[in-house]
């Protein structure tokens, strides 16, 4: 049998990515705390962390931590009903999404139940080629991807399509591309991106114009609200979903920059086999939610 807590240990140090911090959180020492990890590593027969910068799980270690996180679950779900107490109890609803969603549509897919129950949301932020990693890892219960195929132990469902245009303010279009885009005209006009692996927007660029990854100024921004605002106020031009700026461009603060190139992410939602409770009703508002908003565009 397995020791949870020593399975707690373990989800505390890769949460607080610190002994020192995990010890705090679970209120013993720090030395306390290592020798949970050396139990648990020795209960098993193997290393579940690697103490690096940031600090990891191991494969097994993963396995453990995605099984540690689908029994809280079970728990956060039953334990109300056994102690009576459901106004009082806070359950913690772990989801992976991309930030274009979360900025759009997905705080109202939540919002009634976050009404309905007492619920934390804790929301992990990535690409959403690279969302799927969350679930994988145990971290989440669900997750937003573009990943096409189920995980183990997983089920997914098809929500639709998000269409993303090149857009730009029209000051900046007469300053930068006064002459139409091109790549001359791209090779000192500054873009937008999320982080420094945004694919999307450097696959874009490349294909249809040939220009590699740092060839070109490109801004580095992790908000999708703020990816409008640099476009609004002329700074960059930028790849952002037509849902989010449909008001934007009917008002002609912004403008297509090549309508006849869109990129198009297929969405699907992720999530354990097994969902009771709240977070079945997570998973199914988030389903709704997305299907009306993503296929009314």
Known sequence: MLDYKLLHALSVVLDEQNFDRASSVLAVTQSAVSQRIKSLEQAIG?????RSQPIEATIIGKKLLAHYQQ?????????PDISGDKKHET???????????????????IG???HEYNVAVNFRLADENRTINYLKDGE??????????????????????????????????ARYFPKGINQQALATAPAVAYDQKDEMHIDYIEQIFGLKKG???????????????????GIAYCLIPKLQIQAELDAKELVSLMPEHQIIRTLYWHH??????????????????????????
Not at 46 to 50: A, D, E, F, G, R
Request: hydrophobic share 50%; charged share 15%.
């Open 46 to 50: 193997q290393p579940v962390l690697i």
């Open 140 to 173: 989440v219960f669900g997750a937003l991807s573009t990943h096409p195929h189920a995980l183990p132990g997983c089920t997914f469902e098809k929500l639709g399509d998000m269409q993303y245009l090149l857009v730009a303010s029209p000051s900046f279009v």
């Open 71 to 79: 029994v809280k679950l079970l728990e956060q779900d039953i334990l």
């Open 91 to 109: 359950i913690t609803a772990n989801i992976a999404s991309n930030a274009d969603s979360l900025a759009t549509w997905l705080i109202s897919a």
């Open 112 to 114: 009634d139940v976050c």
């Open 272 to 297: 354990w086999v097994l969902l009771k409770g709240v977070f079945k009703t997570f998973s199914t508002a988030i389903v709704a939610r997305a299907r009306h908003a993503l296929n009314n565009q």
């Open 215 to 233: 060839s070109y100024p490109c801004h580095t921004v992790r908000s999708s609200e703020a990816f409008v605002n640099f476009a609004k106020h």
